[in-house]
């Protein structure tokens, strides 16, 4: 740059020397228009050189740090999308396979339930089973030993009326009393 200056300073002070004389502004001076001339071509070849390649070089680093900064941003964007597809796709697996957990839980609750229903049943099946056996053995204990006692009373009865000396008809019938009347004791 101030090279530049320094060249176009010599051609200024020359146009303005050379306008002070003769003629007017319009007038056309040669000589001027030569070192005008000279003095662009210069100062745009020292642009080109110095100035223009480095502004184009630092234009070309941008624009490649633009297109380089707008691919990772699609690339990025391009990534979240897949990722958020995969992570919806797993979240859909995910809710699926909770959903079937939940159904075979249910069933396994359901089939537990059942069995612990006809368990608790055959249970108390058996135990109504076991105690109606056991009300059948009492009471036929409860028979026998009315038995054993209507014996022990007829035997007392028999040595009883044997002493009041009795037949055996009279013995016979009052046995076979004793019999019936047991018999209607058992079946009540």
């Not at 079937?100 to 229903?117: D, S, T, W, Y």
């Not at 249970?123 to 059948?136: D, F, G, T």
């Amino acid at each position: 740059m101030l090279i530049a200056s320094m060249m176009l300073f010599p051609a200024v002070a020359f146009a303005a020397e050379e306008a002070g004389h003769d003629g007017g502004p319009l007038q056309i001076n040669l000589g001027l228009q030569i070192w005008v001339i000279l003095t662009f071509v210069v100062m745009m070849a020292l642009l080109a050189k110095l100035a223009f390649k480095p502004i184009a070089e630092a234009l070309d680093r941008r624009s490649q740090t633009i297109k380089k900064s707008i691919e990772d941003a699609e690339k990025s964007r391009a990534e979240a999308k897949k990722m958020m597809e995969d992570y919806q796709k797993q979240l859909a697996e995910a809710r699926t396979e909770a959903n079937k957990i939940i159904e075979e839980a249910r069933g396994l609750g359901e089939n537990v339930r059942k069995e612990v229903v006809e368990k608790a049943s055959a249970e108390a099946s058996a135990l109504v089973q076991r105690a109606q056996e056991e009300i059948e053995r009492q009471k036929e204990k409860g028979v026998q030993e009315l038995k054993d006692t209507v014996a022990n009373l007829s035997v007392q009865i028999a040595s009883r009326v044997i002493e009041k000396e009795l037949n055996e008809a009279t013995h016979r019938q009052l046995v076979e009393n004793l019999i019936k009347d047991l018999s209607k004791i058992r079946k009540a």
